[in-house]
């Protein structure tokens, strides 16, 4: 079963809007990290946040964690079309062992 | 540059041809990770080696195997390859501390599996 699970599964927006996408998991965490994938190529770590941290933030990135409601949520400000990927959040479930969410499309429109 | 390096990039093999995948790191990361990514979906974690120690997920079939012959190096091995295997196979390194949880992973670039 999936520990994180994304939603909107796709989006789709003009180039300058912000892109915000949240992800929901099931069991208690230590921390919960965000990644992103162009088509056909590896992971690329975005962001970690811990539980103790509420808000984190990375160049264009914003990260939320709400630890109560077992949600988190990626904000992308002024998108570019570069931002084009899928993204995914992945929390631990134990061990060293990461799972992931099914992820986020994301298209920006030039 | 540190990084994790895959090979091969795509790799073709016939239904049933034992296939290997390889995977190596300078990154000296003493966790490895095997993920097999099918399209538009999650990696699934095949198992992974923290150190020595192989840990092998429950649902991972036996067709799939792995070695670890030192820190920098890990295998893929399918002993027998079904068009059900055809796949992106993602290898990722990651330290951690043994009193420590899942931390943030450096992905290679993915070997492109094909299965004819």
């Known amino acids: 079963s999936q520990q994180g699970e994304e939603d909107p599964q796709a989006l789709s927006i003009q180039e300058g809007e912000n892109a915000t996408m949240n992800c929901s998991y099931k069991t208690s965490i230590n921390n919960l990290q965000w990644y992103r994938q162009n088509s056909g190529r590896g992971l690329v770590h975005l962001i970690l946040?811990?539980?103790?941290?509420r808000e984190k933030h990375s160049g264009r990135l914003r990260v939320t964690l709400d630890t109560s409601k077992k949600s988190s949520s990626l904000l992308i400000t002024a998108s570019r079309a570069a931002d084009t990927a899928s993204y995914f959040c992945?929390?631990?479930?134990?061990?060293?062992?990461?799972?992931f969410g099914a992820g986020t499309r994301l298209f920006v429109k030039a | 540059d540190a990084m994790v390096i895959q090979n091969p990039r795509y790799q073709v093999t016939q239904f049933g041809k034992p296939v290997t995948l390889s995977c190596s790191q300078t990154?000296?990361?003493?966790?490895m990770y095997w993920y097999q990514q099918k399209s538009s979906q999650a990696p699934k974690l095949l198992f992974h080696?923290?150190?020595?120690?192989?840990?092998n997920e429950a649902d991972t079939p036996d067709n799939f195997q792995s070695r670890r012959p030192n820190t920098s190096f890990c295998f893929l091995d399918i002993r027998s390859p079904g068009l059900g295997d055809a796949a992106m196979y993602l290898c990722a390194t990651s330290r951690v501390k043994a009193s420590g949880g899942a931390n943030e992973q450096f992905f290679g670039p993915g070997t492109r599996l094909t299965v004819l």
């Open positions: 990154l000296n990361h003493n966790v």
């Open positions: 946040i811990r539980s103790n941290e």
């Open positions: 992945a929390a631990p479930t134990g061990g060293f062992k990461t799972i």
């Open positions: 080696y923290y150190d020595k120690d192989f840990n």
